[in-house]
Each structure stands twice: as C-alpha cells, then as structure tokens.
C-alpha cells in the first residue's frame, strides 16, 4: 500500500510491483524487459499492458503536463 499524506493512493499489485521494483534501483536505467520479467514473472504480455501501469503510477505519483514531478 502507498500513501501520500495519509491518503491511500489506488495502486493494484502489477502497479505497485513496478514501483517497487523502481525504487530499490534509484539512478539507475531500467529495461522495459527487466520490468515486465518482475511484474509478471517472465510471462508474455502485449507492451501496452506496462504502459497502462506506468500511466497509473505516473498519475498516482503527481506527474504533470510537460513532465514536471
């Protein structure tokens, strides 16, 4: 669970399984693979389904127009 000044931000387990994953590799370049092998252990799926939980933790995370965090 994640929250942001008390309040539980909506995240489901493949969202927040990224963002673990992320976390614990700060600075570090991630590759698109290495986050699909964590999240769904090495199963195939279709790229758009990383790119759905990317743009839930982008919006769960405060990301803005034009990038600003």
Known sequence: MLRHEGVVLPL???????????????????????LRDRAWSGA?????RLQVH????????GERQFGSR
């Not at 992320?22 to 570090?28: F, N, V």
């Not at 195939?44 to 758009?48: D, K, T």
């Open 44 to 48: 195939a799926i279709e790229e758009a």
């Open 12 to 34: 489901g387990r493949k969202s927040l399984d990224i963002l673990t994953y992320l976390a614990e590799r700060p600075g570090e370049v991630v590759a698109e693979k290495e």
């Open 54 to 61: 990317m743009a839930v933790l982008r919006k769960a995370l």
